[in-house]
């Protein structure tokens, strides 16, 4: 499961990748044309209250791939190259410019990001369009030479898909069967694919609440999550040296926690993703699962030997253990639980595979 990062050129995107990942973008990286690949540590401050309550000899966060596209621009989008990149991909964060900066050029000469983000949104959905007119083409000229009742089906949902993007909605928004969703599973539809929209804005435009309403109002009801991020800012909180420091820094700008680790939690909910963990004074660790798995699929996350003998999975909520402060307290009030296969595991789990092979 990978995150895509996208957006116009000087929007901030290297910037941002480097600071989800850790990774030094080098000029051979740039050089190669290539996507750059990394991955981002999950962070989530509930994993941090684990570790501090048993004190592990390990810890271990989880993980995600993160794969930064190529820039957004006329040739790019000619020659079609970045469309198969984002099919590829399992969700997306779209990268907008909001920073005022004359030393930085803006490719449309000006500061606009509403008009930006539509006009991203406008090629993904041409994109779309463009393959769903060239495969019915395609599904109407077998049909005349053989009565296919699958195909019939198919021209069916794709039309209604066409119908759809003609309205400039993505597809993500259709209501569209498991069956149907099998049937198309292989096409390169990039506007299924769930969006974070990140606006990279100045310092002073942080706390501008009026600014990300408007946006959310505009764009949520395209099913786009939204948040602000002043890659400036995060760049120099992470290159602060002590946690100390850091701190200092986020209560002077009123910020509780740096702005990529939520972008970090959004990308897990883009992805569809829950966490669950295992403790112990050995480990902490924090695994991500499909949400809607079962704890013989999450047993399975560990390790293929778990799910095959999984016998049960013992259950601690995050938020009972939070507040009672003890597995001892959460069993004395009755908080423990003894989970089958049936089982379907929710966020912030704390489980304990019993198993035999």
Not at 176 to 188: G, N, T, V
Not at 299 to 326: C, N, P, T, W
Request: aromatic share 6%.
């Amino acid at each position: 499961m990978k995150i895509g990062i996208i957006g116009l050129p000087q929007t901030g995107k290297k910037t941002l990748f480097e600071l989800l990942t850790d990774h030094k973008i080098s000029e051979r990286d740039l050089a190669s044309g290539k996507n750059i690949k990394s991955l981002a540590e999950i962070k989530d401050p509930r994993f941090d209250r684990l570790t501090a309550m048993y004190k592990p000899k390990k810890e271990v966060r989880a993980r995600i791939d993160i794969e930064l596209l190529p820039k957004i621009e006329k040739d790019a989008i000619t020659k079609g190259d970045i469309f198969k990149d984002i099919a590829e991909t399992d969700a997306l964060c779209h990268v907008v410019r909001a920073f005022k900066d004359d030393s930085v050029y803006h490719i449309n000469g000006s500061i606009d990001p509403k008009r930006d983000i539509d006009s991203v949104n406008s090629e993904l959905i041409l994109h779309d369009l463009i393959f769903i007119e060239k495969r019915v083409e395609r599904v109407e000229t077998n049909l005349k030479k053989i009565k296919d009742e699958a195909a019939a089906k198919e021209k069916d949902l794709l039309l209604r898909m066409k119908a759809h993007l003609d309205k400039e909605l993505p597809l993500r928004l259709m209501d569209i069967k498991p069956e149907e969703k099998k049937a198309i599973a292989s096409y390169p539809f990039v506007t299924l694919k769930e969006m974070i929209l990140v606006l990279n804005v100045s310092e002073d435009d942080l706390k501008n609440a009026e600014l990300l309403e408007e946006l959310r109002r505009r764009y949520r009801p395209l099913k786009i999550e939204i948040m602000l991020v002043s890659a400036k800012v995060e760049s120099e909180i992470a290159g602060l040296e002590t946690e100390k420091e850091k701190q200092e820094f986020l209560t002077a700008l009123g910020i509780e926690e740096p702005a990529i680790n939520i972008l970090t939690r959004l990308c897990i909910q883009a992805l569809n993703l829950i966490s669950f963990f295992t403790v112990g004074e050995d480990e902490v660790r924090q695994w991500t699962i499909k949400r809607g798995s079962s704890s013989p699929e999450a047993a399975g996350a560990i390790h293929s030997d778990l799910q095959k003998g999984f016998i049960r999975a013992e259950v601690m909520k995050f938020d009972d253990l939070a507040a009672l402060g003890s597995e001892e307290k959460v069993k004395e009030a009755g908080k423990f639980y003894l989970k089958g296969k049936d089982y379907i595991v929710e966020d912030g789990d704390i489980l304990s595979i019993r198993f035999n092979v």
